[in-house]
């Protein structure tokens, strides 16, 4: 059964699946760096150095998905390498960026005393094939491995489809919409500081990333 906090003995991992598609040139790829780099800081803060806490995984997608890192511990991780976002990767196939953390997941499972791993998906616009997606997001949240099945988290900005995104997430109210590419900068290192204090498993994790989503994000 999964553990009911994140401590060293029983990791979190979580992956980060960013749009980097056309859309996200100029400002919007400039604030998604700045967050990254945010949430890893958060990260590294709370686990003091001493033994890791988390996981981390980054997904990049556009036109195909690109992993940037797998399954690194938060001490670890070349903050360079996921965040040089410039918002030139093509189109939008977010059927093939979800399918490529389901892989990932297969290929990280976990132990049955790791916490639940969290996929957090963020976007600026609609995807390539709405149903490919649905069917993927479907598989996704529904694989069966010792971590225990992923959370969905989506994220959307700009012209993101919000009915379809919030069809995706794991729970309709876990879709956070942002009113700008600049609530990132709040939002990612928010829900890095605030999960370290997390006790009660899923549902007090998930009330936890909407507590962190309404104190640093302005909803429209």
């Known amino acids: 059964m999964p553990a009911n906090r994140v401590t060293s003995a029983s990791p979190w991992h979580i992956v980060l699946v960013l749009d980097d598609s056309g859309s996200m040139a100029g400002q919007e790829a400039m604030d998604l760096n700045q967050a990254v780099s945010g949430m890893i800081s958060e990260l590294q803060i709370l686990s003091q150095g001493k033994k890791p806490y988390f996981r981390?995984?980054?997904i990049a997608?556009?036109?195909?998905?690109?992993?940037l890192i797998e399954c690194q511990s938060e001490q670890q991780i070349n903050v360079t390498a996921v965040t040089s976002f410039n918002g030139d990767s093509g189109s939008t196939d977010m059927a093939?960026?979800?399918a490529a953390v389901t892989d990932l997941l297969r290929r990280n499972p976990g132990q049955a005393t790791d916490f639940t791993p969290y996929v957090f998906l963020m976007s600026d616009?609609?995807?390539d094939d709405a149903a490919s997606t649905e069917e993927a997001a479907r598989q996704l949240k529904q694989i069966n491995i010792p971590a225990g099945s992923p959370r969905l988290i989506t994220v959307g900005f700009g012209?993101?489809?919000?009915?379809f995104m919030r069809q995706l997430a794991s729970q309709s109210e876990l879709y956070?919409?942002?009113?700008?590419?600049?609530?990132?900068?709040?939002?990612?290192?928010?829900?890095?500081?605030?999960?370290?204090?997390?006790s009660g498993g899923v549902q007090a994790m998930d009330d936890a990333i909407k507590q962190a989503a309404e104190e640093s994000v302005t909803v429209i």
């Open 56 to 58: 981390l995984s980054v």
């Open 159 to 163: 012209a993101a489809d919000d009915a």
């Open 125 to 127: 616009g609609a995807p």
């Open 176 to 198: 956070i919409k942002c009113r700008s590419s600049h609530d990132l900068t709040n939002l990612f290192p928010q829900i890095g500081t605030t999960i370290g204090t997390v």
């Open 96 to 98: 093939a960026a979800l």
């Open 61 to 67: 997608f556009g036109s195909r998905p690109k992993t």
